[in-house]
């Protein structure tokens, strides 16, 4: 309780708060933790970024599982955890959410879509690797549907895929820029749902510390940057933020 307590007077001391989330707050939602023990990358073996541009049999591969898994992220809708750190955005404490997930789950929940910086991209829609134009993954599933065949963008005849970043694929160089000045322009960053292994994005809380904001972690085990944070919580994200925040 005494923590709920110190979070909530950290986040009113704070001027320029920003939320930096995994793949725990969206578990809440029912979205499965690919990585974790069981997860389904411990299963399949994850489809490179090299092997789905230069090989047919590799990309229709990936939209099989994509269609295969997708319902599950289709039926999933926000938690308390996601409308805390709305509501934190709606009284302009919070300056962004930049976010491992690639669920949407933050823009359902009401933060304007550009305060979300998705290191990960989107897996809720496709693009061109090429022009990056959107495609909506209904119109995939149609084109899909028939032989599995694959869909070339309609512009400039690019290869689609969704837009995930997916392994062996270099970060998005924009994103990481954006989420890099909302850190060193936080006073408080918090941490949400993820076990800060996978870099370059668990390098942002360490970049937030080092710049003298306050780090607070919410995760439900134990982290590897528990020792440099001001604060941890080792909780349910969703139970804890809506106590903090004051929301259902
Ligand atoms: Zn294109």
Not at 59 to 67: C, Q, V
Not at 99 to 106: A, E, F, K, M
Not at 131 to 154: M, S
Request: aromatic share 6%; proline share 4%.
């Amino acid at each position: 309780m005494a923590k709920v307590d110190e979070l909530r007077r950290m986040i009113a001391e704070a001027n320029n708060l920003v939320a930096f989330t995994g793949a725990g707050i969206s578990t809440e939602s029912g979205i499965p933790d690919y990585r974790s023990p069981g997860g389904v990358w411990t299963k399949y073996r994850p489809i490179e970024f090299g092997d789905f541009l230069a090989s047919a049999e590799a990309r229709r591969e990936a939209w099989r599982r994509k269609f295969a898994s997708d319902e599950v992220m289709q039926r999933a809708t926000p938690n308390a955890g996601h409308r805390a750190l709305a509501r934190l955005c709606e009284q302009g404490k919070m300056t962004a959410v930049v976010t491992q997930n690639i669920d949407g789950l933050h823009q359902a929940s009401g933060v304007p879509g550009d305060k979300v910086i998705e290191l990960h991209g989107n897996a809720t829609y496709a693009a061109c690797l090429d022009c990056r134009r959107r495609y909506e993954l209904d119109w995939v599933r149609e084109i899909f549907a028939i032989d599995e065949g694959l869909p070339l963008c309609t512009d400039c005849g690019g290869i689609i895929k969704t837009a995930t970043i997916s392994f062996g694929q270099s970060m998005p160089e924009a994103e990481m820029e954006r989420a890099h000045a909302v850190t060193l322009a936080a006073d408080l960053f918090i941490v949400l749902g993820s076990s800060l292994v996978v870099y370059p994005a668990a390098g942002f809380p360490i970049l937030a510390k080092r710049n003298r904001a306050r780090l607070v972690i919410v995760n439900r085990e134990p982290t590897e940057q528990d020792d440099i944070a001001d604060l941890v919580i080792n909780a349910e994200i969703g139970a804890t933020m809506s106590r903090v925040v004051g929301v259902n």
